[in-house]
């Protein structure tokens, strides 16, 4: 059974970090992949908001911008310099929406680590090499220090013992309120295994009676996340084992994406409850957690969630 500490703070307020694991991944079919360090700009004055600053906070933004790194061909040969506005279609393959799966083709993974009395810095994993000079070409007065990036090709084998890090987003599907209310949508378009129109649950928060640790309810729901359907396999494989536990800081993140086609401009706030866990765990099946960890864990991958940092136990630990 995992062992598990709690600590909570206020959103704006993160504990600071103890350790900082040397961030790693691994691949399928031996796929290079990339791992990207951008140092943002907040400066030293929280009254005296930097741009940088003001961007972090509204993850939607941070999303879009880091998919500007990702231009089709026929954009990047039109706009070098990046002086036409952003439009979605010259970014399709990495700017995906909240529920496209992650893999080691499509999407990438990001997360915003707060550095105590520092500028935050957000990790970047991708299928593809990023050009972080055309994303930020318009706008490098958001970054502290020329982004940094390499390629990397590790493995992973059964028994290994590896100290991980993940911002996740706590939910889950309900077909219900809690007073009742059907909270199931049915997709005519969508047909289930016998050919009739599917159901779909809402995505709702993770909650906890009032009387509950966190903790006894956050770390079983994510030991269930070990669990990977692979190819040519009928049941799902328990890729990882979690052997310790710590939840750093749970929180709200939020964004806001501006609807500008409707006949009058709207903003549609987006709130997602987070926590970031740290701890060990031992991979049970190395292809299956792979595949997790290309993939990433969980929902609202494209909102910051889901990257799963990992290092290497040392012996004195």
Same mark, same amino acid.
């Given at each position: 059974m995992a062992r598990c500490h709690t600590q909570e703070t206020h959103r704006n307020h993160p504990i600071p970090f103890t350790r900082k694991p040397q961030t790693f991944f691994a691949t399928r079919g031996g *796929?290079?992949?990339?791992? @990207?360090? #951008?140092l943002i700009d907040v400066g030293t004055n929280p009254d005296r908001p930097r741009p940088g600053r003001l961007w972090l906070r509204n993850i939607y933004h941070v999303h879009q911008r880091l998919s500007m790194a990702f231009p089709t061909t026929q954009r990047k040969t039109n706009d070098p310099?990046?002086?036409?506005?952003?439009?979605?279609?010259?970014?399709?393959?990495?700017n995906l929406g909240n529920h496209v799966s992650r893999n080691e083709?499509?999407?990438?993974l990001f997360r915003i680590d707060p550095v105590p009395g520092?500028?935050? *810095?957000?990790?970047?994993? @991708?299928? #593809?090499?990023?050009?972080?000079d055309y994303a930020f070409n318009n706008a490098a007065f958001l970054l502290a220090a020329p982004p940094q990036c390499r390629d990397f090709l590790p493995n992973f084998n059964k028994g290994d013992h590896l100290r991980f890090r993940i911002l996740i987003n706590l939910s889950k599907k309900a077909r219900?309120?809690?007073?009742?209310?059907?909270?199931?949508k049915v997709k005519e378009n969508i047909l289930d295994n016998q050919n009739r129109p599917k159901s779909q649950s809402k995505r709702v928060a993770l909650t906890w009676d009032a009387n509950q640790n966190p903790q006894d309810v956050i770390i079983?729901?994510?030991?269930?996340k070990a669990y990977v359907t692979c190819q040519n396999q009928t049941q799902?494989?328990?890729?990882?084992?979690?052997?310790?536990?710590?939840?750093?800081?749970?929180?709200?993140?939020?964004?806001?994406?501006?609807?500008?086609?409707?006949?009058?401009?709207?903003?549609?706030?987006?709130?997602?409850?987070?926590?970031l866990l740290e701890g060990v765990l031992e991979v049970s099946h190395p292809q299956a957690f792979a595949k997790l960890v290309a993939s990433g864990i969980g929902s609202a991958k494209a909102f910051g969630f889901g990257l799963l940092s990992l290092s290497p136990v040392s012996s004195a630990q």
């Open positions: *796929l290079t992949m990339y791992l @990207s360090h #951008l310099h990046f002086l036409k506005p952003y439009n979605p279609a010259d970014f399709p393959l990495h083709n499509t999407g990438f520092g500028n935050p *810095l957000i990790i970047v994993q @991708s299928s #593809l090499k990023p050009n972080w219900t309120s809690h007073d009742g209310t059907p909270l199931t079983p729901w994510f030991s269930r799902p494989i328990q890729a990882f084992h979690l052997k310790q536990c710590e939840i750093l800081r749970m929180g709200w993140i939020i964004g806001w994406k501006n609807h500008h086609a409707a006949p009058e401009p709207t903003s549609q706030k987006m709130k997602f409850r987070s926590a």
